[in-house]
């Protein structure tokens, strides 16, 4: 059967023509040394023995939220001409707030309605897996995983909601531990076509009440 089989890491980067964030470098030693200044700024006893590997503790810690593990991402042709929304619900994914470097962590329901060709349905849970492991903030991780199925897949619609709880949120009084901030990117039919964002929305909706 012939598959379109391609390398993600490889083919962002062509798609955007640039390295984008998500191939950083990422220096261990300094990550480790800054882990050590914050310590002693935030007046903690460096020298404790408890302490005494949390610095790198802490770089093997960032360094493994933030660097995405590439996959082969095949598709296939839409041999029987399916047309009806392919939907997975309840994928779980974590990430890090960009602007607090704290977890944010939930589901994601990603739809499509394929066009020419279909792919794995454990695929999408890679793609929000790469796209998360990245210093982010949930609506550009949103975009990101909508914009790489429509440009990748070139499906008729493509939906993707996320709900997430922040941890810098319900951590700091603003809001109640538990609260979910919800977004969604809807792409072509899904988002133009009345009956089919319905028809979507219904679907990750009921998955929200169900849990
Ligand atoms: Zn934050």
């Known amino acids: 059967m012939p598959v379109n089989d391609y390398r993600l890491d490889e083919l962002d980067v062509v798609a955007n023509g640039r390295v984008n964030g998500n191939h950083r470098r990422i220096d261990h030693s300094a990550v480790e040394r800054a882990a050590g200044d ?122 993707v909601v996320l709900e997430a709880e922040h941890l810098c949120m319900s951590l700091r009084g603003v809001q109640k531990l538990g609260a979910k901030t919800v977004t969604s990117a809807l792409r072509g039919v899904i988002r133009d076509d009345a009956r089919t964002r319905q028809e979507f929305l219904a679907l990750t909706t009921r998955t929200t009440h169900d849990q």
Not at 67 to 89: I, K
Not at 92 to 119: D, K, N
Request: with cysteine; net charge negative.
């Open 38 to 159: 914050l310590l002693r700024a935030l007046g903690a006893d460096v020298d404790a023995e408890a302490l005494e590997e949390t610095p790198r503790r802490v770089a093997d810690a960032y360094a493994e939220l933030l660097t995405p593990q590439s996959f082969r991402a095949t598709t296939f042709p839409n041999d029987d001409s399916y047309d009806e929304l392919v939907v997975a619900r309840s994928i779980p994914f974590h990430s890090l707030c960009m602007h607090h470097l704290l977890p944010f962590h939930g589901v994601a329901h990603i739809g499509y309605l394929p066009g020419e060709r279909i792919i794995g349905l454990s695929k999408l849970g890679r793609v929000v897996e790469y796209f998360s492991r990245d210093l982010q903030i949930q609506e550009r991780l949103t975009t990101q995983v909508a914009g790489w199925l429509q440009r990748e897949l070139e499906p008729k619609g493509v939906g």
